[in-house]
């Protein structure tokens, strides 16, 4: 959060100056007030960052003769005049790909093919991006970009990556920062690295993504021998059988050789504090019969869809309806078992259109349907329905029995649920804990992200349960009033799930942090929180925690190919088991080792210089270069060390004055190497250095 990272350096800086940026004014009042030598922090959010005025077509209307009718031969006989979009420049009119002229204004930006000059112009000019301001006329004024949340730039050409990147080339030194660097795939990496890493460029073009997944990472070809799909050599009359490539989970252990010259890992107890105690556990819940048989009977119909457009003798339309359903099956699998409390209908979209999905119902299902005034069609097609379970649903029962436990030992929850859309499930979860004297609260969809933690203080003691989806905590928030979070339905995105999984688990914390996985035996709910244990496996492999039990390395980035994951293991008959998940962040947070603990300060009060022998000495004042602002584009809260109420990492760099004046503290100057030797195997939250600093020293304070 913005404000959290401008108040922190309040605290931690003697006599800075640090101000939220949310404007152009903000950021030109800024430059103004700064004066050489001053110390100064400007904080910004990657949303401001990357947000433009938006464009809109910029075209003339010019009337033009049309046929609108033809004799036989096929001469006009008959015209109309209509306005046609023209460039305003030169007058020509507005052609698609094949010349012919459009009737509409262009949806997209484009340019006239007489004169190049473009057919859109910019408007909203309140609003501009505040990097591309920064770079084009601020290049070199910041001296620092401290990127919190790295890991969300990983994108190839994403508006947020592009702003970022416009940073990185406005300052000298960055300073990435995330706790979650990998989401399972090697691809997650390559962009990143590509706009800090000069060598990765050398070696790789913007466009070779699947050529360094070929290095480091896991490719899966299919051949497809499908007849309908062949194609045939014009001259010889060979088969040519498709062949699609795509990147699966994994990573090899050759990517360290791109990420051990700027990259460290390091845990919270690395540091020297003492958290309390962490664990996991999932609790299988057994389906009640009615709610069991609803699910085999909606798994079973669906996936029968799916199963005749499989085959290798299936035709293209039972293809085409395989395909649709592939999500539908998914989605409904996933959601209907904590949902089965109301009435749904199954609706999919076979021709494009989102109709309800029919089947021909027994009769037991036909008196229900008259009950609710439906009948079957001519051909005995109905809507597929899914009635209410009315009793019987223990993991509402479990989560009512979990609350009352921990409440009982002053224990306050998070409750995490992924249906907040439109199958929203939070009110009813809300109703039943409130049936059972506990008092839950809905975190607000309409509260903006920088009220929300104020929101949740205000509030927290009159909070026994709070509801949310994890996205909406994901980054920003120590919520160490909690102590216990319930992960009622998973979330399936690695990022926003190890995040979600952290927020009670802060300095700060007082007590025992448990996390707890309710999911219901053999469903795909449990198939897909197995998958996420593999992702996880993979994830601390490059972290290098647990690399032993590391082996299974089908992890995954994203909530989408997560998902495609999961039906590719399901179609192919596999059986997965959550096994795997429990345990895997504990290694990560071991209580740390009382004897030496290392503390990472920054120090940029006396700065020093680097001799060959690697030995700092003091700088002379007279070649101090003058300090220069700071930038931080912040994604999320990192607290300051010396505090004990927050978290961060740093590295300090020489060359200039830095970042964080910390006067009188007894320093060791260290080379990377001699810095590895000291603190050991270093684990968690990860930062980069980028740009010339590679080969800077760190400072360790050493108490």
Known sequence: MTEKWAREARDVIPGVHAQVVSSLADLQAFVQRYRRGDKAVAVLSKEKAKLGPGWRAAVSWRPRRIAVEHDASGRPIAAA???LPACPTCGAFVCDKEGVPLRDAPTKPLKCHACKQPLYEFHGFRRWPLSDYIKRHLRGFFQTLIADEFHVFKGAATDQAESYHHLVLSTKYTLNLTGTLFGGKA????????????A????????????WAEHYGRLERTFNRNDDDLDYGAYNAKKRYVVNTKEIPGISPAIFSRLLQSCIFVRITDLGYALPAYR????RIEMASAQHRQYQHLHATL?????????????PHSRHQARVMLSVWLQNCLSRPNACFRSETVHWSPDGERIPFTTQPDDEETERLAALGIAPDDEGNAPYILHPIEDGRPKEEELIRLAQHELRHGRKLILGVRQTGTRDIQPHLQSILAQAGIRAVILPDSLPPAKRETWIDARVHDIDVLITNPKKIETGLDLIKFATIICYETEYSLFTLWQFMRRVWRLGQTQPVKVLFLVYQHTLEEAALALIGEKMKATLLLYGDNAASAITADADAGEASLLNELANRILKGEQLTADGITGLLAPAITEPQDQDPVRWRWNLHHPTRTRPG???HRAHPSRHRAQRPTLVLAAA?????PQTQGQSTAAATTRRPTLFPRPHHRLINVERRTLERRTGALVGTCFHVAKPVLRSTFYVQKE
């Not at 691809?187 to 000069?198: A, G, K, M, N, V």
């Not at 990765?200 to 050529?211: E, H, L």
Request: aromatic share 14%; hydrophobic share 40%.
């Open 81 to 83: 005049v209509v306005k």
């Open 187 to 198: 691809s997650d990496l390559f962009w990143l690295r590509y706009r800090i890493d000069p």
């Open 200 to 211: 990765v460029r050398r070696d790789y073009a913007f466009d070779d993504a699947q050529r």
């Open 280 to 283: 996991e556990e999932i609790s």
């Open 303 to 315: 996936y029968e869809v799916i199963e005749r457009g499989i085959g290798w003798n299936a035709d």
């Open 614 to 616: 690697g030995i700092g």
């Open 637 to 641: 809260h990192r607290a300051h060390l």
